[in-house]
């Protein structure tokens, strides 16, 4: 029933504002499960989430989804939010989708009183490329760019696009004004793959169409921190068709480079490539083709050589073996931001966003 998430929400809330778990795992002794399985990590990130509260911005406050995204992760406790839009729209959606806002931040931006401060931080940030404030003024009737200067004004910790809007139109205003981090050139993302006992990390599955060899060791870089971040020791696997020397041709030495970019700005991060991906997760394949890797047979964290390979690669592992997979997730920006499918469901939303709030978090 439509309440029944209500209702689960709730009693999640409830539990992490008024239970100690620590306490209580400590006083029945139960051993830490060894095997990650999806609940557990789906579990661990709105527990991450709520231990420490940020606010989220959602721009898209007309989609239906959001709405009730939005209610379960207030009664869960997880974040706090923002939501923009036409505020009368949004309450007869709510209403008539029986959904409750109560406590939740309702902006219109066209009726905002931030909106001058917001256009004329646009018009300077953009100055160089000819934005006045007039253009700006109209720019920050965008609820992608209205949300993405409140998250650089830190006014809000992060924000969650992409439900009714292209990737492109949710990284857009973020590259325009938010940057990437220092020493970081391009942004990127990477998918955690919920198998039956482990999380994995794929990237780059929805961003860069055909990253040449510095920008993959930057992706690499980069998918060990988010692996890190969210409880994935990084080992990470530089993919090919191809594995150590026993390929060669323009494909093959552009991983051979990445891979060496990696170890040398790196040397502490184990990396291994070009590896096929049997290679890397196969300890009898690995035995036989990389027996002195360290990574080898025993990958967590997958770098694939294109956009084409990795999009159908994460898809395929999805809808044939079954794995959850939790993303796309933006890395590499100055501050958080990430982007939803216009597939996506309010399970995904309710995780982007505690992925979110943990990234601003840090």
Known sequence: SAAQPRKTAAVLGAWNQHVNEDELLG?????????????????????????????????????????????????????????????????????????????????????????????????EARAHRGVDIELAREVMLDGAYFGTMMVQLADVDGMVSGAANTTAHTIRPALEFVKTKPGTKIVSSVFFMLLPDRALVYGDCAVNTDPNAEQLGDIAAASAETAQQFGVDPRVAMLSYSTGDSGSGEAVDKIREATSLVKAAQPELKVDGPLQYDAAVSASV???????????????????????????????????????????????????????????????????????AIQAQA
């Not at 911005?57 to 869960?76: H, T």
């Not at 709510?94 to 009183?113: K, M, R």
């Open 27 to 123: 006083r029945i002794e139960l051993a830490q499960p060894s095997a990650m399985t999806p609940v557990r990590f789906l579990h661990q990130l709105t527990a991450r989430a709520s231990a420490d509260r940020q606010r989220i911005v959602l721009p898209e406050g007309e989609d239906s989804r959001i709405l009730r995204a939005a209610e379960i992760l207030r009664r869960r406790g997880v974040c706090d939010l923002t939501i923009l839009g036409d505020v009368d729209r949004i309450s007869e959606s709510a209403a008539s989708d029986g959904v409750d806002l109560t406590g939740i931040e309702l902006i219109n931006p066209a009726e905002s009183p931030d909106r001058e401060r917001y256009a004329q931080a646009y018009a």
């Open 286 to 356: 690995a035995a036989s083709k990389m027996p002195d890797s360290e990574v080898a047979g025993n990958a967590t964290v997958f770098i694939f050589p294109d956009l084409n390979t990795g999009n159908n690669t994460y898809k395929a592992v999805q809808q044939s073996a079954g794995a959850v997979a939790v993303g796309p997730v933006l890395q590499g920006l100055n501050k958080p931001v990430n982007d939803l499918s216009r597939g996506t469901t309010v399970d995904d939303i309710v995780n982007t966003v505690a992925i979110t």
